[in-house]
């Protein structure tokens, strides 16, 4: 069986909601680098998604759907970017109570997360969910 990578991605919980996705659509769908990636990240070039060959097509669509019902619902409230993740804590005690979160397949998405700008940096608990791309950058200065 050909197994080829459709995506990599840079933390665990991203990979897992993706192939929780994929699998409910009955996509037959694998990590790989997982566990060396959850430890250190970046070191390994990120986590990939493979998917059989004869999957591949049908696989970047469902992906790319993915991505778009997900920006749909999130713009960053300092930038208006919808370059928006969902990423574990930078804090070593959080990264380590997400990863027995996953391995004991407690939660998915385990509360020690934020949402991420990957254009400016913002940083919040919840998701964003202003659509209004017209903030007043000066007035909103808040969740720090
Ligand atoms: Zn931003």
């Known amino acids: 069986m050909d197994l080829i990578t459709v995506r990599t991605f840079q933390n665990f ?4 909601i993706a192939l929780t996705k ?9 990590l790989k ?14 986590i990939k998604l493979m998917v059989k060959n ?14 778009e019902d997900y920006r749909s619902n999130a713009v ?10 969902l990423v574990p804590k930078p804090n070593a005690k959080s990264m380590i109570s997400a990863i ?7 939660n998915l998405v385990p509360s020690e997360n934020i949402y991420r700008c990957s254009n400016c940096g913002y940083e919040s608990n919840t998701l964003p969910e202003t659509v209004n791309a017209n ?10």
């Open 13 to 16: 919980i991203s990979a897992h």
């Open 22 to 30: 994929l699998r409910s659509e009955g996509i037959e769908c694998y």
């Open 33 to 46: 680098d997982e566990n060396l990636n959850t430890l250190l990240p970046n070191v390994f070039g990120g």
């Open 54 to 67: 004869d999957d591949v097509s049908k696989v970047i669509g469902l992906l790319n759907q993915f991505d």
């Open 76 to 85: 960053c409230p300092k930038c208006g970017s919808h370059n928006i993740e």
């Open 100 to 106: 027995l979160s996953w391995l004991f397949l407690a």
């Open 135 to 144: 903030t007043d950058f000066s007035s909103t200065e808040s969740n720090n």
